[in-house]
């Protein structure tokens, strides 16, 4: 499975992106998928993920109702809706994925906290910057 993120940018506070993270090389639609964001610095951060089918999101209470997960298993691709930026959202953000049918199951049931060593793909990332 390859992951390719895409969306990011230079945003002031307060505004708005979609980045999107495109699929390809394996069935979409069995893979649990997250977002992940890095600031210079700091800890890699579990900030959204969605089960395989989409019945289930969860969010960091550090985005609380500002982001919003979707995805589209007929274009293999997963959303972020990111609303509301602050400058502390700065960071570069990356997708994640996990096959239902890895052994520990329990690995794509997208639960919280969001941990990076339950994903076993991930992309390049994509830069988000919140600045006046």
């Known amino acids: 499975l390859q992951l390719v993120e895409s969306g990011g940018g230079l945003v002031q506070p307060g505004g708005s992106l979609r980045l999107s993270c495109e699929a390809s090389?394996?069935?979409?639609?069995?893979?649990?998928v997250a977002w992940f964001r890095q600031a210079p610095g700091k800890e890699r951060e579990g900030v959204s993920c969605?089960?395989?089918?989409?019945?289930?999101?969860n969010y960091a209470d550090s985005v609380g109702s500002r982001f919003t997960i979707s995805r589209d298993n007929g274009k293999n691709t997963v959303f972020l809706q990111v609303n509301n930026l602050k400058p502390e959202d700065t960071a570069v953000y990356y997708c994640?994925?996990?096959?239902?049918?890895?052994?520990?199951?329990?690995?794509?049931?997208?639960?919280?906290?969001?941990?990076?060593?339950?994903?076993?793909?991930w992309g390049q990332g994509t830069q988000v910057t919140v600045s006046s």
């Open positions: 994640a994925a996990v096959s239902i049918f890895v052994p520990d199951t329990i690995r794509a049931t997208c639960n919280t906290p969001i941990r990076g060593r339950d994903y076993d793909y």
């Open positions: 090389g394996a069935a979409f639609h069995d893979y649990a």
């Open positions: 969605i089960s395989a089918h989409g019945g289930t999101t």
